[in-house]
């Protein structure tokens, strides 16, 4: 298994522009969520999904936006790149239920400029 | 929503030594509470979690505690060793559906020879 990927590793964004962050899983899990992690302040949730076709805000949402049409994906859009966007960002996986251990993606790491 | 906070910000040991980390939650109804190990660069893993029917927990060197009625759990690793240098992140589970997670803020853990 590959566990969870993410794809790309590295992104410079000039302030604007829109690109999509994409993440897949292939370990069946029903829930999956994206998170930012900045300096000092630990790691934010953005958006999460319970399952294909449902998700929902977290955090902080505004400036992103999700979908999941598959179990396998849940790709995060950015609308239009502000600086304070600048982050790593981790999508993170687990099968259903409050209870159960996040298998984290290796992250990706977007500046803008 | 759920808060947590996490202390201290950085701690430094000699190999050998113990290490606590102390985290308080706010929300009551948090249920889960897991503890991430993030190397330099790289995904956070869990290294350990605990139930809110459980007190204690331990794996090897690694314990945790949690007191609900304060709404405080504690990470504590013995015998330190050099490969245990790591940003520790301290979580709660956020009541309402979804395995959703706030986060402390971290702490910057240096083992020393």
């Known amino acids: 298994n590959a566990g969870v990927t993410q794809t790309p590793k590295f992104q410079v964004l000039k302030t604007g522009q829109s690109m999509t962050l994409q993440c897949a899983q292939d370990m069946n899990h029903e829930y999956m969520s994206w998170y930012r992690q900045d300096p000092g302040m630990g790691l934010r949730l953005i958006h999460y999904s319970v399952g294909a076709g449902i998700t929902d805000q977290g955090e902080v949402p505004n400036g992103y936006n999700v979908s999941r049409s598959t179990t396998e994906d849940f790709p995060l859009r950015l609308l239009s790149a502000a600086p304070s966007q600048t982050s790593v960002y981790f999508c993170?996986?687990?099968?259903?239920?409050?209870?159960?251990?996040?298998?984290f993606g290796p992250g990706t790491r977007l500046t803008v400029t | 929503g759920e808060n947590v906070e996490q202390h201290p910000s950085t701690l430094s040991v000699q190999e050998g030594d113990s290490a606590v980390i102390k985290c308080t939650y706010s929300d009551s109804a948090s249920n889960y509470f897991p503890w991430y190990k993030q190397e330099l660069g790289k995904r956070p893993q869990l290294i350990i979690d605990?139930?809110?029917?459980?007190g204690e927990k331990k794996d090897q060197r690694i314990a945790v505690t949690l007191n609900k009625t304060a709404k405080h759990f504690s990470l504590h690793i013995t015998e330190t060793q050099p490969e245990d240098s790591a940003v520790y992140f301290c979580?709660?589970?956020?009541?309402?559906?979804?395995?959703?997670?706030?986060f402390g803020t971290g702490t910057q853990l240096k083992v020393e020879l």
């Open positions: 979580a709660a589970s956020i009541p309402g559906g979804g395995n959703k997670l706030t």
């Open positions: 605990i139930r809110s029917n459980v």
């Open positions: 993170a996986s687990s099968y259903s239920g409050s209870e159960y251990e996040q298998y």
